[in-house]
Nanobody, 116 residues
Framework: QVQLVESGGGLVQAGGSLRLSCAAS????????MGWYRQAPGKQRELVAV???????NYADSVKGRFTISRDNAKNTVYLQMNSLKPEDTAVYYC??????????WGQGTQVTVSS
């Protein structure tokens, strides 16, 4: 099995920055892609950003130009740098791992709260 450990959430004022981290460990796995999703109260979980096996990235339109996803392959860790945060970014952020050989996994979620 694979475990995902997230960190970096918290409370920040509008316009501020946060950096989320998600480290994958456990059984030997081959990463297909890693990404971040978020879920605000009363809303469905939505994709924020994903980084694919070859390094290609995709972002939700709402975060383009403000968020940056990156990955440290040696550490099996994915990061989400969030700048110019807005109150509407407030949500629980979940790390996602899609492997080629062991299926898909979710992190436990980390709360991001942006005050106006």
């Amino acid at each position: 099995q694979v475990q995902l450990v997230e960190s970096g959430g918290g409370l920040v004022q509008a316009g501020g920055s946060l950096r989320l981290s998600c480290a994958a460990s456990g059984s030997i796995f081959i990463i297909n892609n890693m990404g971040w999703y978020r879920q605000a109260p009363g809303k469905q979980r939505e994709l924020v950003a994903v980084i694919r096996r070859g390094g290609r990235t995709n972002y939700a339109d709402s975060v383009k130009g403000r968020f940056t996803i990156s990955r440290d392959n040696a550490k099996n860790t994915v990061y989400l740098q969030m700048n110019s945060l807005k109150p509407e970014d407030t949500a629980v952020y979940y790390c996602s791992l899609v492997t080629i050989n062991l299926g898909d996994y979710w992190g436990q979620g980390t709360q991001v709260t942006v005050s106006s």
